[in-house]
């Protein structure tokens, strides 16, 4: 087991160079720069002339090495994260990129932690119970809400869940993960329960649709395990349904779902970016879309290298638990 962990782990490393490498020529493709936009915001202030702002531009520009031909930023770019940590400077926020991030990672995790746990703990028992009683009311039940949870989306949903809040439960703080009176608080009792209060929205919103997709894959993934001759073989000796079913059905149908972990993390993530935006965050998301727009390359190339390494741990996690599962992959 020790030796198929440490195969796997150095497969990432060529992968992740790779990776770094697509992020950076991403953002460096398109024209322009965030200075660009800098210098036309100089030029519309008052008492700066255009000579002024260009030559203040300029130094930024070779205090930050943007003259630099491309594979010279790259390689300045990966020495300094591979060196000293330094991903960065944000030019939006005039801080490291590593300060700007940080300050959101820790919520952005938990939240995106705390939705797949509530994710996989609601829709597992509910794809069992559908495949185990299927074409019941039950089953058609759950498939429509299933449906429904896969077709609206996130930000959509967000606004309906804002609308529902204050019409009908005459909520007075909606968005955010915390009411007016706490927010620049240092942490308190009253400021956790305030926050549960709020992040149950949150959690129901960015998981719904994962939620729906991991009860649909289950349903269907048991009911073809139900059909297997090992399975008729385990009733016929006079077993219980129940010990059938979750000690041998289900052992073998959730093995997809394990597989489907590794792209889960960063989903959550990815989704919780124009929500984020629509129930006001204080996640990476919002931070990303800001960066994107303002042409903040370094800050932006981090947040998509985080979701790249997000995929890779995930995936890893994924092998590890398939192999703990089924002793058949670690001597593939």
């Known amino acids: 087991m020790t030796s198929y962990i440490i195969r796997r782990t150095l497969y990432m490393i060529p992968t992740l160079i790779l990776i770094t490498l697509i992020c950076f020529t991403i953002l460096y493709i398109p024209p322009g720069d965030f200075l660009t936009s800098y210098k036309r915001a100089l030029v519309n202030q008052e008492g700066m002339n255009r000579t002024q702002a260009l030559k203040l531009v300029e130094r930024l520009r070779e205090k930050y090495n943007l003259?630099?031909?491309?594979?010279?930023?790259y390689y300045g770019w990966i020495k300094n994260i591979v060196l000293h940590g330094n991903f960065g400077q944000s030019f939006d926020y005039r801080e490291p990129v590593t300060k700007v991030i940080m300050g959101r990672l820790g919520?952005?995790?938990?939240?995106?932690?705390?939705t797949l746990v509530f994710t996989w703990l609601v829709a597992i028992p509910v794809g069992i119970y559908s495949a185990t009683h299927q074409y019941g009311i039950g089953d058609y039940t759950f498939?429509?809400?299933a449906f429904v949870g896969i077709s609206i989306p996130n930000f959509f949903f967000a606004l309906v869940m804002m609308f529902v809040m204050v019409f009908f439960f005459n909520s007075s703080a909606v968005g955010g993960l915390f009411s007016p009176e706490f927010l620049g608080q240092p942490w308190s009792w009253p400021k956790f329960v305030d926050m549960l209060k709020?992040?149950?929205?949150?959690i129901i919103v960015i998981g719904t649709a994962g939620m729906?997709?991991?009860m649909r894959v289950m349903r269907g993934?048991?009911?073809?395990v139900l059909q297997q001759q090992y399975v008729q073989t385990a009733r016929s000796k006079g077993l219980r349904e129940w010990n059938v079913v979750y000690k041998?059905?289900?052992?073998?149908?959730i093995q997809p779902l394990i597989m489907r972990l590794g792209m889960l993390l960063p989903r959550l993530i990815q989704g919780a970016v124009v929500t984020g935006i629509v129930l006001n965050l204080p996640t990476a998301g919002p931070l990303f879309y800001r960066a994107i727009s303002n042409q903040d390359m370094y800050l932006a190339a981090?947040?998509?290298?985080?979701?790249?390494?997000?995929?890779l741990v995930g995936n890893l996690v994924a092998d590890i638990l398939l192999a703990l599962i089924d002793p058949r992959i670690r001597y593939e």
């Open 67 to 73: 003259d630099a031909p491309f594979f010279v930023q």
């Open 107 to 114: 919520m952005t995790f938990a939240i995106a932690f705390t």
């Open 143 to 145: 498939t429509l809400l």
């Open 198 to 202: 709020h992040v149950w929205i949150v």
């Open 212 to 214: 729906a997709g991991t």
């Open 221 to 224: 993934n048991l009911l073809d």
């Open 248 to 253: 041998h059905a289900v052992r073998n149908a």
């Open 302 to 311: 981090t947040f998509l290298l985080m979701m790249a390494v997000l995929l």
